[in-house]
C-alpha cells in the first residue's frame, strides 16, 4: 500500500537516532500494545471525548471507510488485516487484483484525509497512476487466472469434439466421461455449486419462465442453506443436450448398463472405461478428480473462488455476489420473504453479469453425438 503520509521515512530516521541497525526483526516500536491503550484512553479522556471515541472505533476508522466504499466487507479485510467473524468463509473464496486494493485504499484515504482536514500534501492523482501498474492477485492460492480457466475451456471443448468420433464402447465410454465433464463444470461456474455432493441440476427442477433452481449443495433434511441460483440459456441448453444424450443412452438398454435399474437413478454419472467391468460411477468430487487435474490443475471447488473474484471485479454488487455463492446472511437472500432485494433483481443483475463471464470463458451449449437428428 502506498505511504501516503510518509511514515516509513520517520520510522527509519527514528531507528538510525536510537543507533539501531535496519532490518526485518528491527523493533520500531517499545510499548506494547497494552501501555499503548491506556496513554490512548488518556489522551481521549483529557480531550474530553471519552464517551465518543474509543480504541475499538479508533481501530476501525480505516476498515470501515474502505467497507462504506466498495460495500464489501473482504475489501476491508484485505486491505486492513483485520478479521471479521462474518466473513470468514467469504474472504476464503476472495482473490483479488492488488490493483483493485490499491484503489480502493487510496479511495477511502482521501475521503478520510478531506473529512479530518489532515494537511496532507498527498498527489493522489500520481498513487493512482502508480497503482494502475499493478497486476499481482492476493488472496486464496487455488484460483486461477483467466486466461488459464479461458484455456482449459479450450482445450476441454477440443477433447469433447475429438472423443466425438468414437468406434467402440470403450471410446463411447470416453466420450460420455468427457461430455459430462463438460456439462458439469459448465453448470458449475454458472451457479457457483458446491462439488459436495453430485454437481448437477436436472432441467424438471428448474423454473421454466424465471431460470432459477433451488441449490441444495451443503444442506441437511432442513434445507437452512438451500439457495436459489439462476441458470442462463446457454446452461439450460447444455442441460437439455445432455438429457436427451441420457435419454438415448438409456432407452438402447445395452447390457453393460443393465444394474438392477440404478442407471436411471443416477441423472449424472461416469461410465467405468473397461472392456471386463461395467457399470457407473456417481459424478463426486472423488470421481472427478482426475479430469479437474487434466482441465485446471486445482480442486473440485476452484471454479468458486475463481467465479466470485471475477464477479466482484466485473462490478457485480456485493450483496448479489454473495447470494451467488451461497454466502447471504440473513435479510440478504433475494428469495426470502423479508428480504431488501427481491428475486427479479437477482436474475437481471445475474443476466448481466454472470452471462458475459461464461461467454468470455469461451462457454457454449454443445450437442451430444447421440442425438444428432433425434427429438426430444
Known sequence: MPDLADLGSWAVRLLRARGQTLSPRTQVFKLSARQCKKYFKRLVTQAQESERVTWTKWERVLFDAIERETGDVVDAIAVTGEPH?????????????????VTTYLRAAQKLVDLADLGLEVDFDKCFEEAEECSNSVGSRACA??????????NLKSKVRTAHHYDGWASFAAYHNI?????VQMLGFASGYRAVRTPYIALDEVHE????????DKDNELRHKTRLGYLPGPVLRQLDYYERHLAVLFSTCDFRLRRSGEIESNPCFFIIESEDRSGTLEVRPSTLESYLDDFLGLPANAHRRFMRTELKEAGCPPDFVNAFMGHASYGEEPWCRYSGLSLSQYRSIMTAYL???LMELGFEPIASRLTVGVGR
Do not use: C, D, M, Q
Not at 487466472?145 to 479450450?154: D, L, M, P, Y
Not at 419462465?209 to 441444495?216: C, D, E, K, T
Open 355 to 357: 452471462e458475459p463471464i
Open 145 to 154: 487466472s483467466k486466461e488459464a480457466v479461458i484455456s482449459g475451456v479450450a
Open 209 to 216: 419462465r424465471r431460470y432459477v433452481a433451488a441449490i441444495s
Open 85 to 101: 467473524p462474518l466473513a470468514h468463509t467469504k474472504s476464503f473464496y476472495y482473490t483479488p487484483n492488488e490493483r483493485s486494493l
Open 179 to 183: 461430455y459430462t465433464f463438460y456439462t
